[in-house]
């Protein structure tokens, strides 16, 4: 018996969500994922490489963060897969799909902190640019997410910045 292509198998849900809508919100979602997971790698490199008289603190800090971007990865893959589509799963997707530029070399703290801003900040402005398709598709389940993310990547650029200031 055949398997269906991944194309007649999306075509194949009818949720009330439309083929064209769905596909948009997965390629958005596909960003999501990419850029969601080029920052968890970004952030536990530097968890991994922190040091200076801020060690403790950061090092504990970007476990918490890169712990509960490690843990968002897994919804925003499954909601591609519930919209019919399959999640890009390689670093050469993600590389091709991911809009948060990796760091060479290994950055003072400072400098990581300010990286990790600019990371958040990216990944906010990529869930905030799929609202406006998944709310015209009516698609709640993926707008409770973007929420979720959005929420969490505001408030952890906010609390980085206060780390910055004097």
């Known amino acids: 018996m055949a398997s269906k292509s991944p194309a007649r198998k999306a075509a194949a849900i009818d949720n009330g969500i439309g083929l064209k809508d769905r596909t948009r919100i ?3 979602l596909s960003r999501l994922l990419a850029d969601t997971y080029t920052l968890y790698l970004m952030t536990h490199n530097f968890h991994w490489n922190v040091t200076g008289p801020m060690f ?27 919209l019919g589509f399959p999640a890009p799963g390689t670093y050469a997707e993600f590389a091709r799909l991911s809009t948060v530029k990796e760091v060479s ?3 003072r703290a400072e400098a990581m902190v300010a990286q990790l801003i600019k990371g958040h900040d990216t990944v906010a402005r990529t869930a905030r640019g799929l609202v406006r398709v998944a709310d015209g598709a009516n ?28």
Do not use: C
């Open 105 to 107: 070399g290994v950055p």
């Open 139 to 166: 698609d709640q389940p993926t707008l409770d997410l973007l929420t979720q993310r959005l929420d969490i990547h505001e408030k952890t650029a906010w609390m980085l910045r206060s780390l910055l200031e004097d």
């Open 56 to 82: 403790n603190t950061l090092h504990a800090m970007f476990m918490a963060q890169y712990t509960e971007l490690w843990n968002a990865v897994d919804p925003i893959a499954e909601r591609i897969r519930a």
């Open 26 to 28: 997965s390629e958005g």
